[in-house]
């Protein structure tokens, strides 16, 4: 332990160090008296600290605050940055309202046991489980501030576990003659907020946070500039406007408040469509709120509705994420894709239409196509056969073809001219009388002698063979 005066400085300081930890802190005494007791008592108290007998000291400093101090030095540090006015204000008013209605004054009073007995109440008084969830998240969140800090030994609350939540109803999309029939039953402003909705895919808030300073319809593609503030994953971005948007956009600026829009800035200078009156337009178009499975149609299914139209229009998948400004491929084909909405009966009538060999052979009673075409092509031509092969057709005069069994013929010339047009590499064809062969390009020597297969010979060791190994002088 070393007591010292700075240079230029007229209080008292003390270094020290304890199981390799360095220490140096301000004894704020001019008496060096004084300044030696309070080191010693210093000394003493780290020393205990280390040792696991006392509390480090900012442990025992936030065990003495109330808990309405902590959590006003939890909520001017931990929420800077893009923490949205919403989300602070319920951290602030649920915490509070926890800390009061289950009685915590200091952090010793919060339990596990506590929380879960609050929990109970809430729900027989008809509170939701998602609701209660939120008030867990957020007192989670404070107490796991103050334990990364060194302010609490443990989180108290990190045991209890969250209440299982009920599958909210499944949203749906607009279909194009519900949505038409929508537009067509409103005031001229909500139509231009519902296609502005349904043709770019922008949330409630995104859309209440739109301005004329970052909307371009005069370019040669229409353009809009999104705030990364006021966007749900704080990115942003500039996206194309479809051609029904901008319709709208510019039917919205030609209203009689285009002046009152110009002055506040905001596209929507009267605000975005609430739920309530967006059921009553849904009433009055005469469009169900809930569909025959159960699905529920909401102001966000217009965002749903984009989704649905881009894919059912063949817009690649990658580019129908973009224009969704979705992070995963899933959620533009999975979670906000209407499947019951895409075209599948017009795609299955542009597949081709495909006739198995094995089809058309039934129907003409021949086991193969070919067959049937050959039988068909002899009885017209009388003696004449001609012969489909892989490379040429070939004619000459045979009637002997094996029924039913496949396209080989029986007949001793008609299969040597069938394997000689299939350009198989088999032995010499037997001699016998024949008709000359047609001009086909083929040649009338033997192939086996053309590629001089027929008495070849290798000397063991040669290139051609096996080293050390005797060749057949037979092959």
């Not at 942003?236 to 029904?244: M, S, V």
């Not at 005069?397 to 029924?403: D, L, M």
Request: glycine share 6%; proline share 5%.
């Amino acid at each position: 332990m070393r007591v010292f005066q700075q240079r230029g400085c007229k209080t008292w300081r003390v270094r020290f160090s304890i199981e390799g930890r360095s220490y140096d802190e301000p004894l704020k005494t001019r008496n060096k008296e004084v300044a030696m007791e309070k080191a010693r008592t210093l000394v003493r108290e780290r020393e205990r600290e280390a040792a696991g007998i006392l509390a480090p000291k900012a442990l025992r400093e936030s065990a003495k605050e109330p808990l309405s101090n902590l959590l006003e030095l939890w909520l001017s540090n931990a929420f800077v940055g893009n923490s949205s006015h919403k989300h602070f204000k319920n951290s602030r008013n649920r915490t509070k309202r926890l800390f009061e209605e289950c009685g915590w004054r200091y952090l010793r009073d919060i339990a596990a046991t506590g929380f879960e007995a609050w929990r109970k109440t809430k729900l027989r008084e008809g509170l939701e489980p998602k609701t209660l969830n939120e008030y867990l998240g957020h007192v989670r969140c404070f107490l796991n501030w103050l334990e990364g800090r060194e302010m609490l030994a443990a989180n108290p609350l990190k045991i209890v576990k969250r209440l299982p939540v009920t599958q909210e109803d499944e949203a749906r999309a607009f279909s194009l003659e519900e949505l038409n029939r929508l537009l067509a039953g409103v005031p001229p402003y909500r139509a231009c907020v519902y296609t502005v909705a349904a043709f770019t895919g922008l949330r409630r808030a995104e859309l209440g946070a739109l301005e004329w300073s970052s909307v371009d319809l005069d370019a040669e593609v229409p353009t809009m500039r999104l705030n990364p503030s006021k966007t749900k994953n704080r990115k942003g971005g500039t996206l194309p406007i479809h051609p029904d948007a901008v319709e709208a956009l510019r039917a919205l600026w030609a209203m009689p408040g285009r002046e009152t829009a110009k002055r506040r800035g905001k596209v929507f200078y009267r605000g975005v469509t609430r739920m309530e009156r967006f059921l009553e337009d849904l009433e009055e178009a005469g469009i169900s709120e809930f569909d025959e499975a159960g699905r529920r149609l909401e102001f966000h299914g217009f965002r749903r509705t984009w989704a649905t139209f881009l894919n059912s229009g063949g817009v690649p998948p990658r580019v129908a994420m973009g224009l969704m400004r979705h992070c995963d491929m899933r959620l533009t084909m999975r979670t906000y894709t209407d499947e019951s909405l895409l075209p599948m009966a017009e795609a299955l009538k542009q597949t081709p239409s495909v006739k198995s060999s094995l089809q058309s052979s039934l129907s003409s009673g021949k086991s193969c196509q070919k067959v049937a075409i050959f039988d068909k092509k002899r009885k017209e031509d009388g003696k004449l056969t001609e012969f489909v092969t892989d490379s040429k057709s070939i004619i000459c005069e045979s009637e002997k073809v094996a029924e039913g069994v496949g396209f080989e013929p029986t007949d001793a010339f008609a299969s040597a001219v069938f394997k000689t047009a299939a350009i198989n590499h088999s032995t010499t064809p037997p001699e016998m009388d024949r008709p000359p062969l047609m001009e086909t390009g083929v040649q009338s020597t033997p192939i086996s002698a053309a590629f001089n297969h027929g008495t070849r010979s290798f000397r063991p060791g040669s290139r051609a063979g096996r080293p050390g190994r005797k060749c057949d002088r037979r092959w």
